[in-house]
């Protein structure tokens, strides 16, 4: 049975996960329904920094689209993180699946994309609540306009720049150009990690998200799913626009992927899984805790696997990690660095404030315990700890310090 929720189907709740045969049936039933005969599909999916059963959902639309599709394509959403091996996919996709082409979104070439025009800076301005007024540029992988339907699957989780992820943001920033990405990341920054993440409904950066969407000119389609955290169970799984399907799972991955507490603590160890290979992804487990944190107090990032800031963005470890306003007040120094590094930037460092007399002060201290240099992390004004240094068991033995594993996809906030 489904229920019809903001124009989706929907299976599944809150309270309980669903069993692989009712999934793949709602999957081949709901892709029987849709006009796909004779079509071609680009199905977007994550990439391993996402929790999601894809081996179990794409053999299912494998068998959805026997016969009907003339051709599909898999296009990996990497956004900006570091290309996946064929090795690494055949794990992370499953299969093989005959007939079906799999490409990584490959960002760093330019052939790669096709413009779709322009966000003017009046209609900015309207969808930013007035924090930015000037044109952005829409560009998308090109593979996505050269099918006649693009069907989104991935999952719906707590997010620090949109809110809750899933849906539209698999197109922007998922397989975006980079003047959308900066854009809307910086925007998420404008308003602070701790004040967007797990906001339920249309945030700014949703509603430039969507509306950039909305500029494809292919169908669009998205299965979304609630994946019990760091598992392949899912809590739910909904079917329809991508606007509609997003709406139906947000409820209840605000439900599933959030945790209250009633009082904040002095400090957050955040143990980060190893499908997190640098501070670049593995900064999330700063990001889900940052608003259950004393003033004054301390996040400590434990992952002794992480041997790098980010592979991919080099350009952060020369501009470090600050608050926001660090940036805004000496805009003319950082302008012309991407926004979505400056971002990343104030999204790990937290809230703060900057004075050109009294300096940076950040609300709390973040502490990597991980295998980067402790030179690396000083240089990037982060606090250093030995990981080996680290005895987890007597730190939740501490009354003031919450141990977080698996983290990165549950959001802790306060009542």
Request: hydrophobic share 45%.
């Given at each position: 049975?489904?229920?019809?929720l903001?124009?989706?189907?929907?299976?599944?709740?809150?309270?309980?996960?669903?069993?692989?045969?009712?999934?793949?049936?709602?999957?081949?039933?709901s892709?029987?329904?849709?006009?796909?005969?004779?079509?071609?599909?680009?199905?977007?999916?994550?990439?391993?920094?996402?929790?999601?059963?894809?081996?179990?959902?794409?053999?299912?639309?494998?068998?959805?689209?026997?016969?009907?599709?003339?051709?599909?394509?898999?296009?990996?959403?990497?956004?900006?993180?570091?290309?996946?091996?064929?090795?690494h996919?055949?794990?992370?996709l499953?299969?093989?699946?005959?007939?079906?082409?799999?490409?990584?979104?490959?960002?760093?070439?330019?052939?790669?994309?096709?413009?779709?025009?322009e966000?003017?800076?009046?209609?900015?301005?309207?969808?930013?609540?007035?924090?930015?007024?000037?044109?952005?540029?829409?560009?998308?992988?090109?593979?996505?306009?050269?099918?006649?339907?693009?069907?989104?699957?991935?999952?719906?989780?707590?997010?620090?720049?949109?809110?809750?992820?899933?849906?539209?943001?698999?197109?922007?920033?998922?397989?975006?150009?980079q003047?959308?990405?900066?854009?809307?990341h910086?925007?998420g920054?404008?308003?602070?990690?701790?004040d967007?993440?797990?906001?339920?409904?249309?945030?700014?950066?949703?509603?430039?998200?969507?509306?950039?969407?909305?500029?494809?000119?292919s169908?669009?389609?998205?299965?979304?799913?609630?994946?019990?955290?760091?598992?392949?169970?899912?809590?739910?799984?909904?079917?329809?626009?991508?606007?509609?399907?997003w709406?139906?799972?947000?409820?209840?991955s605000?439900q599933?992927?959030?945790?209250?507490?009633?009082?904040?603590v002095?400090?957050?160890?955040?143990?980060?899984?190893?499908?997190?290979?640098?501070?670049?992804?593995?900064?999330?487990?700063?990001?889900?805790?940052?608003?259950?944190?004393?003033?004054g107090?301390?996040v400590?990032?434990?992952?002794?696997?992480?041997?790098?800031?980010?592979?991919?963005?080099?350009?952060?470890?020369?501009?470090?990690?600050?608050?926001?306003?660090?940036?805004l007040k000496?805009?003319?120094?950082f302008?012309?660095?991407?926004?979505?590094?400056?971002?990343?930037s104030?999204?790990?460092?937290?809230?703060?404030?900057?004075?050109?007399?009294?300096?940076?002060?950040?609300?709390?201290?973040?502490?990597?315990?991980?295998?980067?240099?402790?030179?690396?992390?000083?240089?990037?004004?982060?606090?250093y700890?030995?990981?080996?240094?680290?005895?987890?068991?007597?730190?939740?033995?501490?009354?003031?310090?919450?141990?977080?594993?698996?983290?990165?996809?549950v959001?802790?906030?306060?009542?």
């Amino acid at each position: 049975m489904t229920e019809m929720l903001h124009g989706a189907d929907r299976i599944g709740g809150p309270d309980g996960v669903l069993d692989a045969a009712r999934v793949r049936e709602f999957v081949v039933r709901s892709l029987a329904g849709e006009d796909l005969d004779g079509r071609s599909v680009c199905v977007i999916v994550p990439d391993a920094t996402r929790t999601c059963p894809l081996p179990l959902l794409l053999s299912a639309v494998q068998d959805a689209l026997h016969g009907r599709a003339t051709r599909v394509t898999v296009l990996v959403a990497l956004g900006t993180h570091a290309e996946m091996s064929q090795a690494h996919l055949d794990v992370h996709l499953g299969g093989p699946y005959p007939g079906f082409t799999v490409l990584n979104h490959v960002w760093w070439k330019p052939e790669t994309f096709v413009s779709l025009g322009e966000i003017d800076a009046d209609r900015v301005a309207e969808l930013s609540e007035g924090r930015l007024k000037q044109p952005v540029r829409v560009a998308l992988n090109r593979a996505v306009v050269e099918h006649d339907v693009c069907l989104v699957i991935g999952p719906v989780f707590p997010h620090e720049v949109v809110g809750f992820s899933g849906g539209n943001k698999y197109f922007f920033p998922g397989v975006g150009g980079q003047e959308i990405i900066d854009f809307s990341h910086w925007l998420g920054a404008l308003i602070t990690s701790a004040d967007i993440i797990g906001t339920r409904g249309i945030t700014p950066v949703r509603a430039l998200i969507d509306q950039a969407a909305s500029m494809i000119p292919s169908r669009r389609l998205a299965l979304c799913l609630v994946v019990r955290s760091g598992t392949g169970d899912l809590h739910a799984a909904s079917f329809g626009s991508p606007e509609a399907a997003w709406a139906a799972c947000a409820d209840v991955s605000a439900q599933t992927h959030v945790r209250y507490l009633d009082a904040p603590v002095r400090r957050v160890v955040s143990v980060v899984p190893v499908k997190y290979d640098d501070m670049w992804t593995g900064a999330k487990g700063f990001y889900k805790v940052e608003p259950v944190v004393a003033d004054g107090g301390q996040v400590i990032v434990y992952a002794p696997h992480i041997t790098r800031i980010a592979a991919m963005h080099p350009e952060i470890e020369e501009i470090g990690y600050h608050c926001r306003d660090y940036f805004l007040k000496q805009w003319d120094r950082f302008s012309h660095h991407h926004w979505g590094v400056l971002a990343h930037s104030t999204h790990l460092r937290g809230a703060g404030t900057y004075d050109p007399v009294e300096g940076e002060r950040g609300r709390v201290t973040v502490t990597l315990a991980t295998g980067i240099p402790e030179e690396v992390v000083r240089a990037a004004n982060l606090d250093y700890l030995d990981p080996a240094s680290v005895d987890l068991d007597l730190l939740a033995a501490d009354p003031g310090t919450l141990v977080v594993a698996q983290a990165g996809e549950v959001l802790y906030r306060l009542r």
